[in-house]
């Protein structure tokens, strides 16, 4: 009989000021940016509700096991990722220091998205806003030319943030008002992380819940515009036969995955510093089921936008068709209205066709306004911003949505710094006496410093491959590791029994059968083919280039060599740890043969006492 | 008496409907758009509306070239559709059947167009003149662009808590240190006059953690399980 001793830990780690925060914590890690701008453009590409469907099988079947696995392996073993990896086996430290790297790349970039919403939010000040009118050009006769030929929403975009480059091999220069921007982002951060949790769990407060409310005003303001039902309706509307297709399966499994914000080593921090008897069983469910409600619960907002935008852009195609009509044939004012368009038009075509034919009218579909989907970077810059110049009030409107999506990016990058602090103050590089503050800084002029590659020229160009090769891959080969490694070396009964200690309640069937058999399963699945998937086509990129033929449109060109080296680097570089660090071990345990203190996994346990 | 002025009159007819007619010669096409300005407040275009047309253009010619000495008589205006679209010529008054060149009139009315434009409450897209361009307002700019001034602001209150939170931090530490080194040099003078029972100082026992005897099985293990 082994005595447990139940000493609380007066090992002065950090913990959460309540349980709320932590909470909180955890979901605004989770619900970030790609809860607005990923979720409901799958949602409308896939056959709006019925996406529904693949979305909750993989929240049920991967999103909720594989985190509660981490928030219960941080609670138990109450250290950061790479601590916690070495305490279950140190030939799988690899995966703790995996997900260090991970979470340092993706912070890099991930501040700098955040940069471009700055950037928006203090030009939202502006009566009218810069994004709503051309610049003239030079003898102030005609519009710029690639304004005009673009949308001036392009052209504030491209050239006037971005400045970008035709090309990612042709660097440019740097931009001194993103290196500005990205200054103060980098200062914010600090400012929030800069004793840890201690500062974030009080940041956690505004920039968690201050989102909700502007997500609640837009649904009031958006439900109120017009054509908004039409959105909605688009939306929502469930086409059942995109479920044959795979890719909706494949979609629905990495947005889960991606959206929960796993394998970082950020929810392991955060749950690390809880007391040990908390129910964090509870907690994962109810972390994954607010971050799948706040997906839904954003596109209906971004969708009555969106429904809005259409419908005034339908709007205005019919009233330009109806203004060449009526010079064309001299008719009086306000005869054609949007709806006798069609019998006018029908009735001029038989009467006069060479005439009609002659003025080259363009055809107005409603439903071919509301195809035109855009996700990421271009939701939120160009596409919502065109239809905040439409509403009334516009910059209230752009301030409020530029600050929500600030508060939600930079929730998210608390966790990551966390994921990137916490190890580094165990790994004890730095000796004890260094306050945390000067940590937390020298991390941040680090990072502030590389960030400024971001702020070229082909800046954007270089964020759509780290997020798309460093953000992707090694996080599904982290996860895959980490469960394979909890229940199989650590051994499913050991956690088990630790998991039941800090809940009070065994583990039910679910949770064995998902992490024993599907969530790997499923992990390995959604991995061959997201791989498959990358390698069938070859690498390219829409490169926005002034001079191309059929500008405005963007030029597809094919990465060259030492970018596709590079993006193979960022990829293999997190997942390589792994069995680097296995590797080291294993030499260094033959060196040390003769010394047979062989450290076994047996004998570390949750209960930090051997017995 | 009547025939002899009606020929010249006739004559005269002629010769403004030679002049004036669409894609004549230094004719210029005019389209009005009343209602798309106005909405509820769209006044009728009407033969008055035609004359203070006629009067702004001849106002515009005098205008710009301050010896010329065109009349409202002048100003021809034709072919006015229920658009309202009108083409209009200005011919000379020196030489009564030629036309002012259609550079000298775009000239005057480009240097006029905004008195042009609100004689009829109206606005450069609402009163076109189809074949003369207007010069495109410049944008508003102010002295300092505003989103520095955003800038500065934010960037101010950003440093004012770093640096608060960076001087709070460090006097904590001193205090901590300060307090250190005060419990140490107490406890060297209290130590004498420690109580020890069993081996442990008395206070330990009042302190609310305590230590718990390791050899006692722990509360969920009290009880047999059943």
Known sequence: ?611 | MLRALLLPLSVVAIAHAELCKPDAQNAFKVRISIKTALGDNAYAWDANEEYLFKAMVAFAMRRYSSKSTTQISNVLLCNVTDRVSFWFVVTDSSKNVTTVPGSVVEAAIRMNRNRINSAFLLSDKTLQFLKITSTLSPPVEPSTPVWLIVFGVVLCVIVAGIVFLVVSGIQKHKKKNKESTERENLEEKVEVTVTLENGMPCEVLDVKAGHINGVFPADDERFTSL
């Open chain 1, 1 to 611: 009989l082994s005595a447990t001793p139940e000493i609380p830990k007066e090992d002065g780690r950090p913990k959460w000021d309540n349980k709320f925060q932590y909470i909180l914590s955890c979901i605004g890690f989770a619900v970030g940016l790609g809860n607005v701008w990923r979720f409901p453009y799958l949602c409308q590409i896939h056959g709006g509700g019925a996406f529904l469907i693949p979305y909750f099988i993989a929240l049920l079947f991967e999103g909720i096991p594989l985190l509660h696995l981490e928030l219960a392996l941080g609670q138990c073993l109450r250290k950061g990722g790479i601590g916690a990896w070495n305490t279950i086996s140190p030939y799988l430290g690899g995966v703790g220091v995996g997900s260090w790297v991970v979470s340092i790349l993706v912070s890099l970039y991930y501040n700098t998205v955040l940069t471009w919403v700055m950037w928006y939010f203090i030009n939202s000040f502006q009566e009218p806003l810069p994004w709503s009118v051309c610049p003239l050009n030079e003898n102030r006769t005609e519009f710029n030319k690639e304004c005009y030929e673009s949308t001036a929403v392009n052209y504030f975009w491209y050239r006037k943030t971005l400045n970008i480059t035709p090309d990612i091999a042709d660097s440019g220069t740097l931009q001194w008002w993103l290196i500005l921007c990205l200054a103060t982002c980098w200062a914010i951060v600090y400012l929030c992380t800069i004793r840890g949790i201690e500062t974030t769990g009080k940041a956690i407060y505004v920039t968690a819940i201050f989102p909700y409310l502007v997500l609640t005003i837009f649904l009031i303001q958006g439900l109120t515009l017009p054509g908004a039902t039409d959105g909605l309706v688009y939306l929502f509307t469930p086409n059942l036969n995109t479920l044959k297709n795979p890719r909706v399966w494949l979609d629905a499994a990495t947005q889960i995955f991606f959206s929960l914000s796993l394998a970082f080593g950020g929810l392991i921090a955060f749950s690390s510093y809880n007391p040990q008897k908390n129910d964090c069983e509870k907690d994962a469910v109810t972390v994954a089921i607010v971050n799948s409600m706040t997906s839904l619960y954003a596109s209906i907002p971004v969708f009555s936008v969106l429904g809005f935008k259409a419908t005034t852009a339908y709007w205005d195609c019919l009233d330009r068709n109806i203004i060449s009509i009526i010079n064309e044939f001299d008719l009086p004012e306000e005869s054609i209205m949007r709806q006798n368009y069609t019998s006018w038009i029908s009735f001029l075509n038989s009467s006069h066709p060479e005439k009609i034919a002659g003025l080259k009218l363009k055809s107005c579909d409603l439903q071919e306004f509301l195809d035109q989907s855009a996700s990421g970077t271009g939701l939120a810059f160009i596409v919502f911003t065109q239809a905040i110049i439409l509403m009334p009030g516009s910059q209230a409107w752009a301030i409020l949505f530029f600050i929500m999506l600030f508060s939600l990016g930079l929730s998210s990058m608390f966790g990551n710094i966390e994921g990137v602090f916490t190890p580094l103050l165990e790994l004890q590089i730095v000796s004890k006496s260094t306050p945390k503050e000067l940590l937390s800084g020298i991390i941040c002029l680090i990072s502030f410093l590389v960030a400024l590659c971001f702020t070229l020229g082909s800046g954007s160009y270089w964020i759509d491959i780290f997020d798309r090769y460093a953000g992707s891959v090694p996080l599904l080969v982290i996860a895959f590791f980490e469960v394979t490694g909890v229940v199989y070396v650590y051994r499913i009964k050991r956690f088990s029994k630790d998991v039941k200690r800090m809940t009070g309640r065994k583990l039910n069937l679910y949770w064995q059968i998902t992490w024993r058999f599907i969530s790997p399963l499923l992990l390995l699945i959604v991995f061959m083919a997201f791989v498959t998937l990358q390698m069938l086509k070859p690498p390219s990129y829409a490169a926005w280039n002034p001079k191309y033929e059929s500008f405005p449109m963007k030029e597809e060109k094919v990465y060259p060599p030492w970018v596709q080296a590079i993006c193979v680097l960022l990829a293999a570089l997190p997942c390589v740890c792994v069995p680097l660090v296995a590797l080291f071990h294993l030499i260094k345990q033959k060196c040390r043969s003769k010394d047979t203190s062989l450290i076994s996994s047996e004998v570390f346990s949750c209960q930090g006492t051997n017995s």
